[in-house]
């Protein structure tokens, strides 16, 4: 296991530095809004979080790190800090594949068109869509999320944003709970499944769900994408652990622990397969990690887009 209080550093550094924990340039990540023909005002502003952006460069990223967890290299993490930020997300993007960059931010499109389908007035400005700074928070360190969700909202306001729809559970969370929380927040935030009202197209298939945490545990509403999916024809099937009692895919642990993350991801992705047939996940972290395990595992958008009349 790495020292957490270097990963926290480490990240807080390239978080406040860049915007970005991982010290990418959120101009570079950030493009699947280019050709989705979003206006720039409308009753809702469309809120990602920069996660599905992300996550493709945090898998490389967590690669290195578990070929390096537990050996001498592990002790000098914290000096990745001295690297130049531009020169370390460079590297990063140029080790990410182009494919799984696409991947990531189709699914944002079919979010987006989703929403639209569903008549739902949406607006999108890049240049407020920030990353909302969960990860510190999960680490412990909460007076650096203070420090950057402060920015965060802030450009929200100068916006004069205040009804967000968001794609994400992590992110979810942070602007639903944590920010009234701590910074008096009074942003009205929803998912956007929650916003859907769709037909499906006749096509129908059979799926086992995994649970966010965020979404069933702390949120509750896992419910929904459970009644959207039945609307397009998608049957599902629970596992003992769903809802409430979902057991975690493993990936909020790698940037601490690799090893465990593997061990934690092993038990969920074996739980999963056991139930038969394909899995549908409401969260880019969990895909992303039951993937790792050899999961047959879609994105909750991806399958509604593809189900929807």
């Known amino acids: 296991m790495y020292h957490p209080q270097d990963i926290v550093e480490l990240l807080r550094d390239n978080l406040f ?17 280019k050709d989705a023909g979003l206006p720039q005002q409308g009753e809702y502003y469309l809120f990602s979080g920069l996660m599905y952006q992300m996550l493709p460069y945090i898998e490389v990223a967590t690669d290195q790190m578990g070929k390096w967890e537990n050996t001498r290299l592990a002790d000098y993490l914290s000096w990745l800090r001295l690297v130049p930020k531009s020169l370390a997300g460079l590297g990063l993007n140029i080790m990410t594949p182009g494919q799984e960059k696409k991947r ?11 929403l639209q389908h569903s008549g739902v007035d949406i607006a999108y400005q890049p240049e407020a869509d920030l990353y909302s ?83 069933s545990r702390f949120l509750r509403i896992s419910d929904v994408p459970r009644q959207i999916l039945a609307e397009v024809g998608v049957r599902t099937s629970d596992l003992r652990s769903n809802g ?17 993350a593997q061990e934690v991801g092993d038990h969920r992705a074996n739980q999963l397969k056991e139930n038969g047939g ?32």
């Open 104 to 114: 990531y931010q189709q699914t944002l499109t079919s979010i987006s068109w989703l």
């Open 17 to 33: 530095k860049t915007g970005n924990p991982f010290g990418l340039a959120t101009k570079r990540i950030n493009t699947w809004w």
């Open 244 to 260: 409430s009692f979902t057991h975690c895919c493993g990936g909020p642990a790698e940037s601490v622990s690799p090893s465990l």
């Open 133 to 215: 700074g969960i990860l510190l928070y999960d680490l412990g360190d909460v007076d650096g999320f203070i420090q950057h969700a402060e920015r965060v909202l802030q450009g929200l306001r100068a916006k004069g944003i205040s009804r967000v729809i968001t794609v994400d559970p992590h992110t979810t969370y942070a602007l639903k709970v944590l920010y009234p929380h701590y910074l008096g927040s009074t942003l009205e935030v929803t998912a956007y499944f929650q916003h859907l009202r769709l037909k499906g197209n006749g096509q129908t298939n059979d799926m086992t769900i995994h649970d966010s945490c965020f979404y």
């Open 278 to 309: 394909p899995i549908v996940s409401m969260c880019p972290i969990c895909f992303a990690n039951l993937r790792k395990h050899g999961a047959e595992v879609h994105d909750l958008a991806s399958v509604l887009a593809s189900h929807a009349e």
